[in-house]
């Protein structure tokens, strides 16, 4: 499963919803093709296995790692 799909998979499971009803799609606040690409190994290149991307998502602060994990941090309500 791509990163991208693993950022919707858990902001809808934290939300107890469908990935399809999230109220804001991933491409506003990242790119999912970039997202899915940067730790992704190159055939003559180095591997990428190390790193994070941070970005906010459906009211989450969203953590993705080189490793391919997908963290979540609710923000309080304002």
């Not at 970039?34 to 290149?45: P, Q, R, V, Y």
């Not at 490793?67 to 309500?77: M, N, Q, S």
Request: net charge negative; charged share 30%; proline share 6%.
């Amino acid at each position: 499963m791509s990163l991208s799909n693993k950022v919707l998979e858990r902001v809808a499971e934290a939300e107890g919803r469908d990935p399809t009803e999230l109220d804001e799609p991933l491409f506003e606040v990242v790119d999912p093709d970039a997202l899915d690409a940067i730790f992704e190994s190159t055939e003559n290149g180095p591997h990428r296995n190390a790193g994070t991307v941070d970005f906010e998502y459906q009211g989450y602060s969203v953590r993705v790692t080189a490793e391919g994990d997908v963290l979540l941090r609710e923000h309080p309500e304002a």
